[in-house]
Each structure stands twice: as C-alpha cells, then as structure tokens.
C-alpha cells in the first residue's frame, strides 16, 4: 500500500500565509466582486478565519475526577468555511428551503 504523502493545506492556512486575505481584501477584491456584496464577504471569510478561535466565544469543560479544565473555541458557522458551510447547507435542503428543479 502506498503511503499518502501529500501535506493537506487548509484554506484558512492559505488566507492568513503571507498577509494574503488582507492584501487580497484591499488590492483585489473591490473589482473582483460586485460593491454591495464586499462588506458581507469580508464578513463571512472573516468569521471562518475565527473558527475555534476561543476568544470568538468557547466553552469551558472541567473533568470531575481531576480538575483539569479544557475549552473549546464556538465553530464560525460561516457558509465561506468548508465545514459550517456544509451544514448550512444540509439544513437548508433538510429543512425543504431549496426547491429543486
């Protein structure tokens, strides 16, 4: 069997190498989306940039038998991100608000 060695890079990774959202944000994205849609894409590429972030709201676990304490970062439930956006999604087409044709 041959052994996957491929490094998976994340987009949130990809964003934040090099300052790229940001530059991208200022020197592209103004001509690259329409001007009413800038503000909530920034929004929502900036929230998935958050996910897991505890300081964006977490929870705090304490074990009983030790006392150790654990938090865990909110996710974003950005529809950018790969994983909230998947959910977004299958709760919109469970909940019957996608009409297929």
């Known amino acids: 069997m041959k052994k996957d060695t491929h490094t998976k890079i994340k987009i949130k990774q990809i964003l934040?190498?090099?300052?790229?959202?940001e530059?991208?944000?200022?020197?592209c994205l103004p001509s690259k989306a329409p001007r009413d849609m800038i503000a909530?894409?920034?929004e929502q590429v900036?929230?998935?940039l958050g996910f897991g972030d505890p300081r964006n709201g977490n929870t705090?676990?304490?074990?009983?038998?030790?006392?150790?304490?654990?938090?865990v970062g909110f996710s974003c439930k950005s529809c950018f991100c790969p994983s909230c956006g998947k959910d977004i999604m299958m709760n919109m087409v469970n909940s019957g608000n996608i009409k297929w044709e």
Do not use: A, P, Q
Not at 23 to 27: L, Q, S
């Open 16 to 21: 934040l190498d090099n300052n790229n959202w």
């Open 23 to 27: 530059c991208f944000k200022v020197d």
């Open 40 to 42: 909530d894409i920034i």
């Open 46 to 48: 900036e929230k998935m």
């Open 60 to 71: 705090l676990y304490k074990c009983v038998d030790c006392g150790e304490e654990y938090i």
